[in-house]
T-cell receptor, first 111, second 115 residues
Framework: DAKTTQPPSMDCAEGRAANLPCNHS???????VYWYRQIHSQGPQYIIH?????ETNEMASLIITEDRKSSTLILPHATLRDTAVYYC????????????WGAGTKLIIKP | GAGVSQSPSNKVTEKGKDVELRCDPI?????LYWYRQSLGQGLEFLIY????????KSGLPSDRFSAERTGGSVSTLTIQRTQQEDSAVYLC?????????????FGPGTRLLVL
């Protein structure tokens, strides 16, 4: 079973910041938080991952709470092309194992 | 190559036939994963290869499913005696490192329809 909980769907206006929440209350100290997204009819695309500290790259920012029980993915200026299903996944640091996927959040960017 | 490639992109077959799905990982990636995704669902792990180690087959749903990885590169997923419930998108991913983070890069998938 997936170790994360996400809202099934969200809307966001084009040009605004999209904030996608994820609960991972049972996360352990050696587990990373990963975010992927899947645009319709494509394979999943890696976005970002983090352990304790907030992370930022060219695609997004990841904010992890101090207790690590939840996180938020931020797309700073959403575009129509950001419409996708966003998956939050936790995974042990020293694991070569498969990612365990939940149902994700369907994010719809509206013009 | 620039990314993970898979072929065919679409496959329609009749119930009872065998199918082979191919995955070309990113050059130099030592780990390779197969997943499947039914309509509207998340990804379901099938099998994992890492270098020359024995593959982790714990996700294969039945003995009709098998996979090989030749020369540490190309992988083939074979489904024998296909059933209608095998209809799904089959996704392949590869990653460069065993530990310290598992950024997996995915191919576009093969859409399998069993009639």
């Amino acid at each position: 079973d997936a170790k994360t909980t996400q809202p099934p769907s969200m809307d966001c206006a084009e040009g605004r910041a999209a904030n996608l929440p994820c609960n991972h209350s049972t996360i352990s100290g050696n587990e990373y938080v990963y975010w992927y997204r899947q645009i319709h009819s494509q394979g999943p695309q890696y976005i970002i991952h983090g352990l304790k500290n907030n992370e930022t790259n060219e695609m997004a920012s990841l904010i992890i709470t101090e207790d690590r029980k939840s996180s938020t993915l931020i797309l700073p200026h959403a575009t129509l092309r950001d419409t996708a299903v966003y998956y939050c996944i936790v995974r042990p640091i020293d694991s070569n194992y498969q990612l365990i996927w939940g149902a994700g959040t369907k994010l719809i960017i509206k013009p | 190559g620039a990314g993970v490639s898979q072929s065919p992109s679409n496959k329609v077959t009749e119930k009872g036939k065998d199918v082979e799905l191919r995955c070309d990982p990113i050059s130099g990636h030592t780990a390779l994963y197969w997943y499947r995704q039914s309509l509207g669902q998340g990804l379901e792990f099938l099998i994992y290869f890492q270098g020359n180690s024995a593959p982790d087959k714990s996700g294969l749903p039945s003995d009709r499913f098998s996979a090989e990885r030749t020369g540490g590169s190309v992988s083939t997923l074979t489904i024998q005696r296909t059933q209608q419930e095998d209809s799904a998108v089959y996704l392949c991913a590869s990653s460069i490192r065993l530990a310290g983070g598992g950024t997996q890069y995915f191919g576009p998938g093969t859409r399998l329809l069993v009639l």
